[in-house]
């Protein structure tokens, strides 16, 4: 079966630094991606990782250990506009099968 | 400037009655895809198309119709025969550019309202 799993809420301060965890059993990989998305709109792009390793993008940065079917996505210097929802997704491409499978998002709460 | 334009963004529905959504890109992108999205909870995927005249049913398809006559388009009908249809629906395309974003690129969604 499919299965992607996130934390359903967090919370941290703004200036802070936090980790959004994600683990994931799927039949089939072809790169995990984070998107963002604030209540109300669409999710945008963060991050995409295929390999082990961490990916940096100034303040956000994902890791992925493929063996552990493990990501998190890092967060530093928090603002009080990353309050939304980040989604976790595996790819999975090949034949008939070209789609993306998202955990049910994290909830990240920025107080002041 | 290119996206996914969905409309309308706003939609009420009365118990009974078909609708249907609209999605256009004009990315070039050969997958379209529909996702419903209810309060939290993540994006389940109804339907995808990956060429003209062809799409496959996804995870939540039951009540649900599409069609791919063109490669611009693929709207959604939402029939009387789904149950629950009030939700948060967003279409996104996809594409494979190694010097950019990669993934979907989503439309800004249309929130249905069952009255």
């Known amino acids: 079966g499919q299965n992607i799993d996130q934390p359903t809420e967090m919370t941290a301060t703004e200036g802070a630094i936090v980790q959004i965890n994600c683990t994931y059993q799927?039949?089939?990989?072809?790169?995990l991606f984070w998107y963002q998305q604030h209540a109300g709109e669409a999710p945008t792009f963060l991050s995409y990782?295929?390999?082990?390793g961490l990916e940096e993008k100034g303040r956000f940065s994902s890791f992925l250990s493929r063996s552990k079917g493990y990501s998190y996505l890092l967060l530093k210097e928090l603002q009080m506009k990353d309050s939304a929802s980040y989604l976790c997704?595996?790819?999975?491409?090949?034949?008939?099968?070209?789609?993306?499978?998202f955990g049910t998002g994290t909830l990240l709460a920025v107080q002041p | 400037d290119g996206g996914i334009t969905q409309s309308p963004k706003y939609l009420f529905r009365k118990e009974g009655q078909n609708v249907t959504l609209s999605c256009e890109q004009n990315?070039?992108?050969?997958?379209m895809y529909w996702y419903r999205q209810d309060p939290g909870q993540g994006l389940r995927l109804i339907y995808y198309s990956q060429i003209v005249n062809d799409f496959q049913k996804g995870d939540i398809a039951e009540g649900y119709s599409v069609s791919r006559e063109k490669k611009e388009s693929f709207p959604l009908t939402v029939t009387s025969a789904q149950k629950n249809p009030t939700a948060f629906y967003l279409c996104a395309s996809f594409s494979w550019d190694p010097k950019g974003n990669y993934g979907y690129t989503f439309g800004s969604g249309t929130r249905l309202t069952v009255v």
């Open positions: 997704a595996v790819g999975n491409y090949g034949g008939a099968t070209n789609k993306l499978i």
């Open positions: 990782n295929v390999l082990d």
């Open positions: 799927t039949s089939g990989f072809n790169g």
């Open positions: 990315l070039n992108h050969d997958a």
